[in-house]
């Protein structure tokens, strides 16, 4: 029986080089689509949409992602996340997330409280000065800072993310150039963004030693007609 891919690792958050996320629905027209690949093979897709928030100045993100690993004609694992989260001029003012990991469900919530984010989930209860990122992904401020918001422990992990180089990404339009970026310490992967801050891409080590690939499908900075479906 094959194991369960490092599902901790799949939702870590992304940086732009030289532009914040202040207004995510212009960078990212028409959102966000990601394949999830194991080993090569499609498992699953990430979905990140953008919307007017219920306050006003606000920006609310939902990000989705399904997995089901095949193995011997049935599925072996399944996996599913949501998170709904509202954001201010760059800033994260709430969050709330659930995971089904094959099962085992989890939740974790995030509250801006004055000047702390107030984080509930399966680490405990605590909180932390703003600046915050959650492992989602998309938003460009997460590459200055010292830890990250696990969006299924609601831990906050310790990371060090330096650039290593640059080289094209697959997209639904076509390569795309992109800048490399490695996390280490308390999570690892490798993450690209693109010249304008966009998230392209995510690669990672699961747990059974498969490649957990991210590959852009849709991820903005053209129009959504030329993605094939």
Known sequence: MI??????????????????????????????????????SPVGEHRVDFSPGTMSGTIAVAARSTIAVPFLGFTAYRFRYESNSLWRGGALERL????????????VTAR????????????????????????????????????????????????????????????????????????AGELQAQVWYDDAGRWVGLRFAARDGSVIDYRCRRCGGASVAEVPP
């Not at 958050?13 to 990601?34: E, I, K, N, Q, V």
């Not at 709330?96 to 939740?107: F, Q, W």
């Open 3 to 40: 194991r369960p891919p490092l599902v901790a690792a799949l939702l870590m958050a992304g940086m732009a080089p030289s532009a914040g996320a202040a207004d995510p629905s212009a960078l990212y027209d028409g959102g966000l689509l990601f394949e999830i690949h194991r080993n090569g």
């Open 96 to 107: 709330d997330a659930e995971t089904d990991d094959d099962g085992a469900r989890t939740r």
């Open 112 to 183: 801006r409280d004055g000047g702390y984010i107030r984080i509930d989930g399966a680490a405990g209860a605590y909180a932390l000065p703003p600046p915050l990122f959650p492992t989602d992904h998309w938003n460009a401020g997460v590459l200055t800072a010292p830890a990250v918001l696990n969006t299924i422990t609601g831990a906050a992990n310790a990371v060090t993310i330096t650039a290593e180089g640059r080289e094209d990404r697959p997209t639904g339009t076509g390569p795309r150039p992109a800048t490399r970026y490695r996390y």
